[in-house]
């Protein structure tokens, strides 16, 4: 089983981009479906993007379509998230996930990962 590190994220103002990146240590990293979740104050964890095994799918939340980027490059076996055009209701605590043998569907449900990073705050100022 695979573990998880995110980069540090960070404080920016609205309109800014970030770019999170999450190290992932153990075998076979690259057979893993790997997502990005957050939770802001006060609110339920909730799905932001994710990226299957070999790249061939990604799916985004609908607040962030168009704004995010996932992608993933196996031979350092990172997953990054790029976020362009920022707001403040994007101010939450940003965890990557990783799991295996999930469809299609499930890559937007939570308990569809096994394995999650510690998180790493990001903060949008107006």
């Known amino acids: 089983q695979v573990q998880l590190i995110e980069s540090k994220g960070g404080l920016v103002q609205a309109g800014d981009s970030l770019r999170l990146s999450c190290a992932g240590s153990g075998r076979f990293f690259e057979r893993y479906v790997a997502a990005w979740f957050r939770q802001g104050p006060g609110q339920e964890r909730e799905f932001v993007a994710a990226?299957?095994?070999?790249?061939?799918?990604?799916k985004y939340a609908d607040s962030v379509k168009g704004r995010f980027t996932i992608s993933r490059d196996d031979s350092n076996a990172r997953v990054y998230l790029q976020m362009d055009n920022l707001k403040p209701e994007d101010t939450a605590v940003y965890y990557c996930?990783?799991?295996?043998?999930?469809?299609?569907?499930?890559?937007?449900?939570?308990?569809?990962?096994?394995?999650w990073g510690q998180g790493t705050q990001v903060t949008v100022s107006e």
């Open positions: 996930a990783a799991g295996l043998d999930m469809s299609e569907w499930s890559m937007t449900a939570a308990n569809a990962y096994s394995t």
């Open positions: 990226i299957s095994w070999g790249g061939r799918i990604t």
